[in-house]
Nanobody, 126 residues
Framework: VQLQASGGGLVQTGDSLRLSCAAS????????MGWFRQAPGKERDFVAA????????YYADSVKGRFTISRDNAKNTVYLQMNSLKPEDTAVYYC????????????????????WGQGTQLTVSS
């Protein structure tokens, strides 16, 4: 399994950016797929998730209304559209696939996910 995250960069407050997570070795529409982020000196925190059916979306309170998770089954890719970016969004962003296919249980913790991408850095300047 390989999850290739990309799309990070240096942006200004209020800008938008879209992260991509291209998957190989698994099919994204069979797993809960999530995005987490980790700021320097902090734990890796939940950002967003999409369930395997694609009909349910989950967001951390800090990004609700600004970030949107989606996926393209044909490209086997998951996206994170980030709008109205703030300096506190600065972090390394990781995509992840749930441990169990077709599972609809817990999704907010790193322990729920079994496969991880390498991370992509987002820096939001003030």
């Amino acid at each position: 399994v390989q999850l290739q995250a990309s799309g990070g960069g240096l942006v200004q407050t209020g800008d938008s950016l879209r992260l991509s997570c291209a998957a190989s070795g698994l099919t994204v529409n069979r797993y809960v797929m999530g995005w987490f982020r980790q700021a320097p000196g902090k734990e890796r925190d939940f950002v967003a998730a999409i369930n395997w059916s694609g009909g349910n979306f989950y967001y951390a309170d800090s990004v609700k209304g600004r970030f949107t998770i989606s996926r393209d089954n044909a490209k086997n890719t998951v996206y994170l559209q980030m709008n109205s970016l703030k300096p506190e969004d600065t972090a390394v962003y990781y995509c992840a696939a749930h441990k169990v296919p077709f599972d609809s249980g817990s999704y907010r913790y790193t322990r729920d996910f079994g496969s991880w991408g390498q991370g992509t850095q987002l820096t939001v300047s003030s």
